[in-house]
């Protein structure tokens, strides 16, 4: 699959001090890519990079295949839902569609009217009287009006009430099913990334810690459930990281192969034994050392 989003080696130093330290990333078109990582590691500096707003201080920031900043063909393909979305003066959501077909060739406006039903905004009120969530929907709906072919959503749902989530999303994750649309998104909520994301890249100061591919089951970690005969004790061998129970049923964060850690419980006769999904933030910590050591 082709990659609509290549950094290599990215660095942004502000004052002395680098916000991005080598920062390398790739997102194969088409792909929803949940970038997370603590306050302050870059994330919102890297997404002003991929906007082409931001000039590197070392690096390459391909978008498309073709370096971004300062390259306004690429950056009309490219539309863009910063944390705190800006409008023009005492735009409404029609004034600022109307800026928006000068400035992007592909603001669709008939798609703009389209998707008016899905946001309960009133497109004639000067976005800056909505309140806070209203302003974000606006921001989202104009960005999805752009049929662009990169989007970029930095904490885009911040404010947003949880059943105007879903719909946002939904309209988000069905450009991407239905034009390919490539998506990279920043959040603190692993729960919201895990129901949408296939790749994940976690950040931590100024650096990409790892990147995950979800659709490739987690190597390093297991999660199982199990029912033990009575007096069985777990292997010493068996390196587990997290433990609890319900009853007689033992769920078990165990680090090695599923199959591996299932062969072990195996030999203990089991009445009861399941391999588990693990979710997102299992993974996440499990991964990265094994403590929750305020990645989010
Ligand atoms: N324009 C700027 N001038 C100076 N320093 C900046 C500027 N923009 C960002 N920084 C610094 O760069 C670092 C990374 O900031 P950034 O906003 O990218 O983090 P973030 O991961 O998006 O954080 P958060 O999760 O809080 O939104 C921080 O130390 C920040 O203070």
Known sequence: MASAIEVRNLRKVFDGTPALDG??????????????????????????????????????????????????????????????????????????????????????????????????????????????????????????????????????????????????????????????????????????????CDHLGIMDKGTMREEVDLSQPSEGVAKVQVVLPEGAVLPAGLSVIQQSNEGRVLTLLVRGSAGEVRETLAALHPSYLEVLPLSLEERFICELGGDDDGIM
Request: hydrophobic share 45%.
């Open 23 to 196: 920062v390398s990333l790739t997102v194969p078109a088409g792909a929803v890519f949940g970038l997370v990582g603590p306050n302050g590691c870059g994330k919102s500096t890297l997404v002003s990079h991929l906007c082409g707003v931001m000039r590197p201080t070392s690096g390459d920031v391909f978008v498309l295949g073709e370096k971004v900043f300062e390259n306004p063909s690429v950056k009309a393909r490219i539309a863009c839902v910063p944390s705190e979305p800006y409008f023009i003066g005492s735009e409404s959501a029609d004034g600022m569609a109307d800026f928006y077909r000068a400035v992007f060739p592909g603001f669709d406006l008939a798609r703009y009217f389209e998707l008016e039903k899905h946001f309960e905004i009133d497109h004639t009120k000067p976005l800056r009287k909505l309140s806070r969530g209203m302003r974000a929907q606006a921001a989202i709906w104009l960005a999805l009006s752009i049929r662009a072919d990169v989007l970029l959503l930095d904490e885009p749902m911040d404010g947003i009430d949880p059943l105007a989530r879903r719909r946002m999303w939904r309209l988000v994750l069905d450009d991407v099913a239905e034009r390919g649309l490539t998506v990279l998104v920043t959040s603190h909520n692993l729960r919201e990334l895990e129901g949408v």
